[in-house]
């Protein structure tokens, strides 16, 4: 029988992706997607992609349906989901939150970053943290809470600290990272990243044609960076805007710890990350010499991972590319679902960016 699924801030582009996602998915029912914005409109309307293959109708974010589901995926602005989360997880409904409202380990530091009380802060002691190729304990604790008959809340990571933790994790895992000076993080990503509502910096006359830098020093995917790699204070975040709809590319230069810089090999270094991620489908590391792209991930929720060694500056440079709105985004709350609940963790989900 197929879980019945629902969507709150299903009009965005994470939750039009997610929409994507789940009227694909060969386990799950779409039966609600919600928008105050969009209340009463077909989908179809909003999204013309979806015209002949959903009739759903947008309803509002308190929609009575959504406490019938077995699962719903949050992809709203931070608090917005502390609105309703408490609610969902008390009725029985397991969720699954894309924003930041329950990344953050200490709600002190949420408050600090976000400029927002954290309303319910005992949540944070059991949430799953939604990253799986590096939290899969997390999960696989949720999944066995969900098989006893509780609903589980699991706050899936953000995308830009997917892509730069992916690509850094298994290097600072292996303690060859210094034990002092700071990882710099260079990000860019594509206007879609920046949400649905255009400012001056995403409208296409400010977007095309134009590279820039963002939120230097102050980006709020900092503090989430430095919890999952455990780097805390060490991380210098420069998050770019590029004119892409969906694509990102996180380069992160990483200081060698000195006992070995003059030892280690970059075939090291691709040997270790091919074992590391031995088995996890969606983490592709390529070959020595070969670099990410973009344009070979858009679409899926796969991740490649590319591996430099600078040596005369002692320095390892690992670079990630995701698509955003997949595995930065809907697709990594999908794959989270499908752990959860027992699925096979590529289950719905693509692999294969269009080659051309």
């Known amino acids: 029988m197929s879980l019945k699924v629902g969507i709150v801030g299903a009009a965005g582009y994470a939750g039009a992706e997610l929409?994507?996602?789940?009227?694909?998915?060969?386990?799950?029912?779409?039966?609600?997607?919600?928008?105050?914005?969009d209340a009463g409109q077909p989908l179809s309307a909003?999204?013309?992609?979806?015209?002949?293959?959903?009739?759903?109708?947008?309803?509002t974010h308190d929609a009575s349906e959504l406490k019938s589901c077995d699962a719903v995926f949050l992809a709203v602005p931070h608090t917005a989901a502390m609105a309703q989360v408490p609610?969902?997880?008390?009725?029985?409904?397991?969720?699954?939150?894309?924003?930041?409202?329950?990344?953050?380990?200490?709600?002190?530091v949420f408050e600090a970053w976000y400029a927002a009380e954290h309303t319910s802060p005992e949540l944070l002691k059991t949430r799953a943290f939604g990253l799986p190729e590096l939290f899969c304990q997390d999960l696989e604790t949720a999944a066995s809470d969900h098989a006893d008959g509780k609903a589980v809340l699991v706050a899936c990571a953000g995308c830009y600290p997917t892509a730069t933790s992916l690509a850094a994790a298994p290097a600072v895992r292996a303690g060859w990272i210094a034990q002092s000076g700071p990882v710099i993080v260079d990000a860019i990503s594509?206007?879609?990243?920046?949400?649905?509502?255009?400012?001056?910096?995403?409208?296409?006359?400010?977007?095309?044609?134009?590279?820039?830098?963002?939120?230097?020093g102050k980006h709020r995917h900092t503090p989430e960076i430095e919890q999952i790699l455990g780097l805390g204070g060490r991380i210098v975040f420069t998050p770019h805007l590029a004119p892409l709809k969906r694509g990102l590319l996180s380069t992160v230069t990483m200081p060698l710890a000195p006992q070995v810089i003059d030892t280690l090999t970059l075939e090291d270094v691709v040997k270790y990350y091919q074992q590391f991620y031995a088995g996890r489908t969606f983490v592709r590391v390529l070959?020595?010499?070969?670099?990410?792209?973009?344009?070979?991930?858009?679409?899926?929720?796969?991740?490649?991972?590319?591996?430099?060694?600078?040596?005369?500056?002692?320095?390892?440079?690992?670079?990630?590319?995701?698509?955003?709105?997949?595995?930065?985004?809907?697709?990594q709350a999908v794959q989270c679902a499908n752990i959860v609940f027992g699925f096979d963790e590529r289950r719905g989900l693509p692999t294969v960016a269009c080659p051309v």
């Open 287 to 331: 070959d020595a010499g070969q670099q990410p792209k973009t344009a070979s991930v858009v679409g899926t929720n796969a991740a490649q991972i590319g591996l430099a060694l600078n040596k005369r500056a002692g320095v390892l440079v690992a670079t990630g590319a995701i698509d955003n709105l997949c595995k930065g985004a809907a697709g």
């Open 19 to 37: 929409i994507r996602l789940v009227l694909g998915h060969p386990e799950f029912e779409l039966v609600a997607i919600t928008s105050n914005a």
């Open 87 to 108: 609610a969902l997880l008390a009725v029985g409904v397991s969720c699954f939150d894309l924003s930041a409202d329950y990344r953050l380990s200490d709600p002190a």
């Open 46 to 59: 909003v999204y013309p992609s979806f015209a002949g293959v959903s009739d759903l109708v947008f309803t």
């Open 190 to 216: 594509g206007v879609t990243g920046a949400g649905k509502s255009c400012n001056a910096r995403t409208h296409f006359c400010s977007a095309d044609e134009n590279l820039e830098a963002y939120g230097v």
